[in-house]
């Protein structure tokens, strides 16, 4: 492959990329919420900062964790999101997919070690991705519970057990946010004055 080949495969990959920032989360139908800032690429930013911080928390590879989070949903692109309802009707055909996506990349070989190690769920770094995961839809819960949906704080009954995440570090986080309120983090610095 030449090197403009390459640089033409990848400006594709980018695009493809993109279409995620109007790919809807699915849990939309059964939070009853039409939140439409909640789509694929605000929830990979956000697991990608959770999964740095768990990985310092947690003496384990950031670089490795932030590239498993932002990469762990790039099949959504073509398959779409699914919710637990559609999970249990639809075949995803994840791995087909992200070797249609990566085929002729440079990074190729990288990407598809970095997604491989994810889905195995057996290094510290993988699981730690995967709670950073599970953190992201925690915050989602309690911000959608505390702005009155009923069926977050149903949701979120069950995350407060914790029973998904892995890590110490992410099941003491996970307390923490249960404990406060979405608001808190600009309680001590607001201002009714200018400077």
Same mark, same amino acid.
């Given at each position: 492959?030449?090197?403009?080949?390459?640089?033409?495969?990848?400006?594709?990959?980018?695009?493809?990329?993109?279409?995620?920032?109007?790919?809807?989360?699915?849990?939309?139908?059964?939070?009853?919420?039409?939140?439409?800032?909640? +789509?694929?690429?605000?929830?990979?930013?956000?697991?990608?900062?959770?999964?740095?911080?768990?990985?310092?928390? /947690?003496?384990?590879?950031?670089?490795?964790?932030?590239?498993?989070?932002?990469?762990?949903?790039?099949?959504?692109?073509?398959? +779409?999101?699914?919710?637990?309802?559609?999970?249990?009707?639809?075949?995803?055909? /994840?791995? /087909?997919?992200?070797?249609?996506?990566?085929?002729?990349?440079?990074?190729?070989?990288?990407?598809?070690?970095?997604?491989? /190690?994810? +889905?195995?769920?057996?290094?510290?770094?993988?699981?730690?991705?995967?709670?950073?995961?599970?953190?992201?839809?925690?915050?989602?819960?309690?911000?959608?519970?505390?702005?009155? +949906?009923?069926?977050?704080?149903?949701?979120?009954?069950?995350?407060?057990?914790?029973?998904?995440?892995?890590?110490?570090?992410?099941?003491?986080?996970?307390?923490?946010?249960?404990?406060?309120?979405?608001?808190?983090?600009?309680?001590?610095?607001?201002?009714?004055?200018?400077?």
């Amino acid at each position: 492959m030449t090197k403009k080949q390459e640089i033409i495969k990848l400006a594709h990959f980018l695009y493809e990329l993109g279409t995620l920032r109007k790919t809807a989360r699915a849990h939309r139908q059964t939070l009853l919420t039409d939140d439409l800032s909640d +789509n694929i690429a605000s929830h990979s930013y956000r697991v990608a900062i959770i999964g740095w911080l768990l990985a310092e928390l /947690e003496n384990a590879n950031p670089d490795k964790i932030i590239k498993m989070c932002l990469l762990h949903d790039i099949a959504e692109t073509r398959s +779409n999101d699914q919710n637990w309802i559609h999970k249990r009707y639809v075949k995803v055909f /994840e791995n /087909e997919i992200t070797n249609d996506q990566l085929k002729n990349l440079p990074q190729e070989t990288k990407f598809k070690k970095i997604l491989s /190690e994810y +889905n195995k769920r057996e290094t510290l770094e993988s699981k730690i991705a995967k709670d950073a995961d599970l953190i992201d839809q925690i915050l989602l819960l309690k911000e959608y519970g505390w702005q009155g +949906n009923k069926e977050a704080k149903e949701w979120l009954k069950g995350a407060e057990q914790g029973k998904k995440l892995t890590t110490t570090s992410a099941k003491v986080l996970q307390k923490e946010i249960i404990s406060q309120k979405p608001s808190d983090w600009w309680q001590n610095i607001w201002t009714a004055k200018r400077r």
